[in-house]
């Protein structure tokens, strides 16, 4: 039977952006903490509420890490507690933080008028969010590629099978700062045609096998455009998320599909590029070293979890 331990009774809060859902648990005064197994039996679809994360709404003052996070920056008053669906920890979550600042102005914990902007605590750093009418923008801060040398001399670092297609392929490792490995495709029936399986013999196989785990995309890049006077770039993209398996979007992976694809075009590559992903899409800026993402969120359902 199903058990939400220190969750049941409470009223959570369930919303998602560009179809990434999350359930998010509002404890401002750090009271809760929360077990792999109680983030999982909630985010499980058939006997919990559902969600790709669960995102606990925590003020920084309240936690035992805090007093460093808000001594380099004391405006980041809320920190998004993130987890993946199966417990685990993330750095960062690109639409549950624009997720998580949509419910901070839904409640009313933060004013947020269009055009003003707010600093979140996340285990990757300090963001900032900048509403934008009904859309937020993430600076989600600094991007690397792990495997810079190998990827200059071979555009790849990292050689994945994936179930389903024609052979292994090279991939690229992106640090947003979650671990990602973009792999390109052709076209969008390879695209369809590959397995996003997390667990079991069907899943992908990395050499060399990322230490920490990592979130997958396949993408196909569609081209460039001209939109209001500047290059912007396409690309569609599958994922499979570390701790949760296929989800419709993932903003950090959005991130690395984009910065990826922006890589292997070289130097007059676009700095903008809008990623279709199978919940929406979004818009993704390079600005040097650090990158930009902007995107909807939506609040769903208030949910009560039974004792
Ligand atoms: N969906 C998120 C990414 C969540 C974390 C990821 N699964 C990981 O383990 O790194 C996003 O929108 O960025």
Redesign the pocket.
């Known amino acids: 039977m199903t058990s939400f331990g220190v969750l049941a009774g409470r009223t959570l809060v369930t919303g998602h952006?560009t179809e990434?859902d999350f359930v998010l648990v509002p404890d401002p005064d750090g009271e809760l903490t929360i077990t792999p197994s109680e983030v999982a039996a909630v985010c499980d679809r058939h006997a919990g509420v559902g969600g790709?994360?669960l995102i606990r709404v925590v003020r920084s003052g309240a936690l035992t890490a805090g007093a460093d996070l808000l001594a380099e920056h004391p405006d980041a008053e809320w920190f998004m507690d993130?987890r993946?669906a199966d417990g685990?920890y993330?750095?960062?979550?690109?639409?549950?933080v624009r997720v998580f600042v949509h419910y901070l102005r839904t409640a009313g914990l933060i004013d947020l008028d269009d055009g003003g902007s707010v600093v979140v605590g996340t285990r990757g750093g300090a963001r900032r969010v900048t509403r934008e009418g009904e859309q937020y923008t993430a600076d989600m801060g600094r991007w690397w590629l792990p495997g810079a040398e190998q990827a200059a001399a071979q555009g790849h670092d990292v050689v994945v099978d994936i179930p389903g297609l024609d052979g292994p392929r090279g991939g690229l490792r992106i640090a947003v700062p979650?671990?990602h490995v973009v792999v390109a495709l052709p076209d969008e029936a390879s695209l369809a045609a590959a397995h996003l399986i997390l667990d079991g013999a069907s899943q992908p196989t990395y050499e060399p096998v990322p230490p920490e785990?990592t979130?997958l995309e396949l993408v196909v890049p569609l081209g460039e455009n001209v939109d209001d006077g500047s290059v912007v770039g396409a690309v569609r993209m599958r994922v499979l998320?570390?701790?949760?398996g296929e989800?419709r979007?993932?903003?950090?992976?959005t991130c690395a599909a984009a910065l990826a694809v922006r890589t292997w075009g070289g130097a007059g590559s676009p700095d903008t590029w809008r990623v279709l992903v199978p919940g929406g899409e979004v818009r993704v800026r390079v600005d040097g070293d650090r990158v930009l993402l902007t995107g909807s969120a939506e609040l769903t359902a208030d949910v009560v979890l039974r004792d």
């Open positions: 952006g990434n790709d994360g993130y993946n685990s993330a750095e960062m979550c690109g639409n549950g979650n671990p785990g979130n998320e570390r701790g949760v989800t979007s993932c903003g950090t992976g």
